[in-house]
């Protein structure tokens, strides 16, 4: 993983600040993912040769596992324990920042039994991040990056638990904020985006014409001096997934574990957790053996399975009508390299209906007394699904990731009282309560 020379590309923006005087720790520089062409690392997204996709380049500390092993354990309980893996400064930690991250590794025992799988099964749950979803990972190193690039402003395209965390993090961090939604999401995730008092605009269309707009927006004198941690900071922004990786592992007791199962919306959290594994392969940090990576879609927003189906290497957009709306985005950027990354490691891409997807709600809060938001609903839905099929194997140890809280997406579940009384045990046992019950 060692790194020869870096080329000055013709990248045609130029950050502000210069650029040898940006620090952002191991990394060295943006590469092309399609070409390998490098650039200097800036707030660039794009490949100025082929117009491909740029993602973190890094010399990391290589030689000394055991000594890097004990350094991440005595750091602090969050993902900068991981800092000499990532594109922050070293002194990441002591800036203020929300600190997500070392969220619960859960032996889902009865999960397990419920599903049949005698392996070990496991559930990563992220609605324990500061602002209840996966998202403050990857919003925390792209705040490093805007610090770097000295930017003022941070904002997104988000399906909803984006700009909760961006508008979280800005407030913390000293930027104002300026994010941007689909008008039409849930009432949790709203309430979530606007709370931290920077502007929320909801934009009549879909995520991908939020998407679109923000991409405008960047090319105008209106977004100048603006970080959009998923657009002009994306490369930065991916590398939060590669914690998930990391803490997976370690909490496992530096293993790697057999089977994978994990949301996909533009699919940059699957793509980015296939780098954080190798990784942890390269530099020793685990036994190099191989693992298999599953995606999971919502059927109403299914275009990454619909193609692994097909067999097609094109992803062919969709409009999507889904519960889980923070899947809900049908033209996903890096949906090609979950594809490559599904066949090559042996694993696939499925999909539920809402109606599984609830249905796995419900399954993993009754069994683990943890309550997913319908992203968690479609993993653990896909997850009961492949393993029913025979294409995860029960034998394994398998992770399915739980990526954001219930509370933001109420509506899906009609949970409520099994009854309402006056308060009398006449009207208890009226209601049918009782010891025969
Ligand atoms: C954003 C998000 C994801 C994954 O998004 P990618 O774009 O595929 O990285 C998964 N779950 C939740 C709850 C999310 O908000
Ligand atoms: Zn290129």
């Keep these: 993983m060692a790194v020869q020379s870096v080329q000055d590309s013709t990248a045609s923006v130029v950050p502000p600040g210069s650029a040898d005087s940006i620090d952002l720790g191991p990394a060295i520089a943006l590469s092309c993912r399609e070409c390998g062409e490098r650039s200097t690392l800036g707030p660039l997204f794009a490949c100025a040769v082929c117009f491909g996709p740029l993602e973190v380049a890094y010399e990391l500390p290589e030689g000394d596992p055991e000594g890097l092993r004990r350094r991440i354990e005595a750091g602090p309980p969050n993902i900068w324990r991981y800092a000499p893996l990532l594109p922050v400064p070293a002194d ?53 990056a805007a610090r770097a ?77 603006w970080g959009f941690v998923n657009v002009n900071l994306r490369p930065y922004y991916g590398e939060g997934s590669k914690t998930l990786a990391y803490e997976i592992c370690e909490q496992l007791g530096w293993r790697l574990p057999d089977q994978l199962v994990v949301p996909v919306a533009s699919g940059s959290q699957l793509t980015k957790i296939d780098k954080g594994l190798k990784e942890l392969i390269a530099l020793g940090l685990v036994e190099d053996r191989p693992y298999k990576i599953f995606g999971a879609q919502a059927e109403g927003c299914s275009p990454v ?108 579940v009609a949970a409520g009282p099994s009854a309402t009384i006056r308060p009398t045990l006449q009207a208890f046992r009226a209601a049918g309560f009782g010891t025969s019950r």
């Design 305 to 412: 399975s619909r193609a692994f189906k097909d067999g097609h290497d094109v992803v062919r957009p969709v409009k999507p009508d889904t519960i889980a709306k923070s899947l809900a985005i049908g033209n996903p950027a890096d949906g090609p390299y979950v594809l490559d990354i599904a066949r090559r490691t042996g694993g696939a891409v499925e999909d539920v209906t809402d109606e599984e997807i609830v249905d796995a709600i419900r399954l993993l809060a009754r069994t683990e007394g943890i309550f997913a938001e319908t992203a968690g609903g479609v993993t653990v839905g896909v997850a009961r699904k492949l393993f029913a099929a025979g294409v995860l194997d029960p034998s394994l140890t398998t992770v399915v990731l739980n990526t954001g809280d219930g509370l933001k997406t109420l509506d899906a």
């Design 149 to 225: 690039f000295g930017f003022t402003t941070l904002s997104c395209s988000s399906t909803g638990n984006l700009a909760g965390a961006v508008g979280a993090a800005a407030a913390r961090a000293g930027f104002a904020s300026c994010v941007f939604i689909p008008h039409d999401l849930e009432a949790g995730k709203v309430v979530m985006a606007a709370v931290y008092g920077g502007d929320l605009v909801g934009i009549e269309g879909t995520y991908d014409d939020v998407n679109r707009f923000c991409s405008e927006l960047i090319g105008d004198p209106l977004g100048e001096g």
């Design 92 to 144: 990441v930690a002591e800036k203020p920042g929300l600190d997500p991250g070392f969220t619960r590794l859960v032996k889902a025992d009865n999960l397990a039994r419920e599903l049949g799988v005698t392996g070990g099964l496991y559930v990563k749950d992220d609605s324990g991040n500061p602002t209840h979803s996966f998202k403050d990972r990857v919003v925390a190193i792209a705040v490093e």
